[in-house]
């Protein structure tokens, strides 16, 4: 395996390692400070989201879903282009949540700095039905919350 394969390969484990820790620090420890969040497909209409936005959202959702995690998808590998630093992850989440459990899937397509060390760009791909019908529940949930 060449050093930049390794590289990037590494950095996308430490990434999903501090994701798993799931504070709003955690998630953006290997993101590089100009790196953007995309969610997708378009039709979720959300904007881009810098790391602040980001660490931001987690941290509405932390006491929502204080165990989410993020797993590679069972039998699958990331996929690794080392011409345009990018590596490409099928994954599954879990969490008990304040309203139930929550399971979702998604393709996150992350482009690497130079040398691999950083994520300089995220794009979310996530199952958009399910996430536009638990929205709203988690939204309820941040709001109840930040009442009590």
């Not at 959702?61 to 490409?88: C, H, N, S, W, Y």
Request: aromatic share 10%; with cysteine.
């Amino acid at each position: 395996m060449s050093p930049l394969r390794e590289q990037l390969s590494q950095t996308s484990k430490l990434f999903l390692e501090a994701f798993n820790e799931f504070t709003p620090e955690s998630v953006v420890r290997y993101r590089s400070p100009s790196c953007m969040h995309h969610l997708l497909p378009a039709t979720m209409k959300t904007p881009p989201q810098t790391n602040a936005d980001y660490a931001n959202f987690v941290a509405v959702l932390q006491p929502i879903m204080p165990g989410f995690r993020l797993r590679l998808a069972d039998g699958q590998e990331p996929v690794i282009d080392e011409v345009t630093r990018k590596v490409v992850l099928y994954l599954k989440s879990h969490s008990d949540t304040t309203v139930g459990l929550y399971e979702n899937e998604y393709v996150w397509v992350l482009t690497m700095s130079q040398d691999g060390k950083n994520i300089d760009d995220v794009m979310e791909f996530a199952d958009s039905l399910y996430t536009t019908e638990w929205l709203p529940k988690i939204k309820k949930a941040a709001e109840d919350g930040a009442k009590s």
